[in-house]
């Protein structure tokens, strides 16, 4: 399993764009990137996956570069209620998909 | 789309008692759940993996015997805490996915406390 590396806080203000950068330095052929957002005493949500390049949803945007040993989590004009744990992970898209959470980011959104 | 709902949300209980939580994939047929558990101010611990119709695969260390999980249909799971413990209080997660292209879904954990 790909071992990963993300900050373990961040503190931003509300209307700045947060980028959120993740290692993983060993990813294998087959693992996609997946971040989740979750707020104290509930699950995670799933904000946004990707292979390579970048992705864009409506929430957020995925850059990865070429070598895939890195991504980032890129989360435009956040607001208070952005303030959360952001996990990073990788996994192998074929049987399983087990995903391994790590210490995530804790994002601080100031008004 | 891609609700998951898990039951009880909160659950206090006395020592020795077994205790059931139900996690449903609302609007989509799950493949593969997982169950997660959660300490405070730490990170999701993987405690198993099922397959519907087959038998869960559980991560080193967590006892299959303590952790009843059923598969039983594609949408939904149990997870069964058996003889709990006060140090079986935790934060019980579910996920489920449709396919293994597609990423895993989560409930909003279930609260167990025990006395």
């Known amino acids: 399993l790909a071992k990963i590396t993300q900050p373990i806080s961040m503190d931003s203000y509300e209307g700045q764009e947060v980028n959120i950068t993740c290692s993983h330095n060993n990813i294998a052929t087959n693992d996609y990137i997946t971040w989740y957002q979750q707020f104290p005493s509930q699950g995670p949500r799933f904000i946004i996956q990707g292979y390579k390049t970048k992705v864009t949803n409506e929430v957020a945007s995925l850059f990865i570069p070429a070598d895939r040993k890195s991504s980032t989590l890129s989360l435009p004009r956040v607001s208070l209620s952005d303030t959360a744990v952001y996990y990073c992970l990788v996994g192998d898209m074929e049987y399983g998909n087990k995903l391994v959470f790590g210490a995530g980011t804790i994002l601080r959104v100031k008004s | 789309g891609a609700v998951v709902s898990q039951h009880p949300s909160w659950v206090i209980c006395k020592s020795g008692t077994s205790v059931k939580i139900e996690c449903r994939s609302l609007d989509f047929q799950a493949t593969t759940m997982f169950w997660y558990r959660q300490f405070p101010k730490q990170s999701l611990m993987l405690m198993a993996t099922s397959n519907e119709g087959s038998k869960a695969t559980y991560e080193q260390g967590v006892e299959k015997d303590k952790f009843l999980i059923n598969h039983a249909s594609l949408t939904l799971s149990t997870l069964t805490v058996t003889s709990a413990h006060p140090e079986d209080s935790s934060f019980y997660i579910c996920?489920?996915?449709?396919?293994?292209?597609?990423?895993?879904?989560f409930g909003d954990g279930t609260r167990l406390s025990i006395l």
């Open positions: 996920s489920a996915r449709q396919n293994y292209n597609q990423p895993q879904h």
